[in-house]
């Protein structure tokens, strides 16, 4: 598989019933406006996740590629654990700047700490020779998983079976640890 179709794969995964997705609902139906809302989350997401990816190329060169290689198939494992628990909206204030900047701002701070993020920090410290494509990948990766909810807005909340998703999501993560760890 490729750095950019496993960038593309953990991030689009990691994001089913996220609490971003939760704020994308939240951004839509309060501004009606999905254009503004998507550019601004294609545009936080590719500055948080070229800092996340930066930060673990930094890594690398103090972790030996064998424990990266291990720390990659661990935290797939970790995703998949964790996208079981289901991500809940804190009581957050969209500021009144308008769709791009509250957007931009709401996503930029959600993504600090977030799961995606800490699969890019670590994408980009197993890959660091391919940095460019673990911040493509991961961005399009959240735009993949972020847009239809904006577009769609409150009707993929109702009508997505979302814990049957979240499953679903798990087993493909231990699918992406598998492949990680016999090196496919």
Same mark, same amino acid.
């Given at each position: 598989?490729?750095? &950019? #179709?496993?960038?593309?794969?953990?991030?689009?995964?990691?994001?089913?019933?996220?609490? *971003? =997705?939760?704020?994308?609902?939240?951004?839509?139906?309060?501004?009606?406006?999905?254009?503004?809302?998507?550019?601004?989350?294609?545009?936080? *997401?590719?500055? %948080? $996740?070229?800092?996340?990816?930066?930060?673990?190329?930094?890594?690398?060169?103090?972790?030996?590629? =064998?424990?990266?290689?291990?720390?990659?198939?661990?935290?797939?494992?970790?995703?998949?654990?964790?996208?079981?628990?289901?991500?809940?909206?804190? =009581? /957050?204030?969209?500021?009144? $700047?308008?769709? &791009?900047?509250?957007?931009?701002?709401?996503?930029?701070?959600?993504?600090?700490?977030?799961? *995606? /993020?800490?699969? #890019? #920090?670590?994408?980009?410290?197993?890959?660091?020779?391919?940095?460019?494509?673990?911040?493509?990948?991961? #961005?399009?990766?959240?735009?993949?998983? %972020?847009?239809?909810?904006?577009?769609?807005?409150?009707?993929?909340?109702?009508?997505?079976?979302?814990?049957?998703?979240?499953?679903?999501?798990?087993?493909?993560?231990?699918?992406?640890?598998?492949?990680?760890?016999?090196?496919?």
């Amino acid at each position: 598989m490729s750095v &950019f #179709t496993i960038s593309l794969a953990s991030v689009t995964l990691a994001e089913i019933g996220d609490k *971003t =997705q939760l704020l994308s609902l939240v951004l839509v139906s309060r501004f009606g406006k999905p254009l503004p809302i998507i550019a601004a989350i294609v545009c936080a *997401t590719l500055l %948080n $996740h070229a800092v996340a990816a930066w930060l673990g190329m930094e890594l690398s060169s103090f972790i030996s590629p =064998q424990v990266l290689r291990y720390l990659l198939i661990m935290s797939f494992i970790a995703m998949a654990i964790w996208i079981l628990i289901p991500d809940k909206l804190e =009581q /957050q204030r969209v500021a009144s $700047h308008g769709p &791009f900047i509250a957007s931009f701002i709401a996503f930029f701070i959600a993504e600090v700490g977030d799961k *995606t /993020q800490i699969a #890019t #920090t670590i994408l980009g410290a197993r890959y660091p020779e391919e940095l460019s494509w673990v911040v493509i990948g991961s #961005t399009l990766g959240m735009l993949l998983a %972020n847009a239809p909810v904006v577009w769609i807005g409150r009707w993929s909340a109702d009508k997505l079976p979302l814990p049957l998703v979240r499953r679903v999501t798990a087993v493909l993560f231990v699918v992406l640890a598998l492949f990680t760890g016999f090196g496919v």
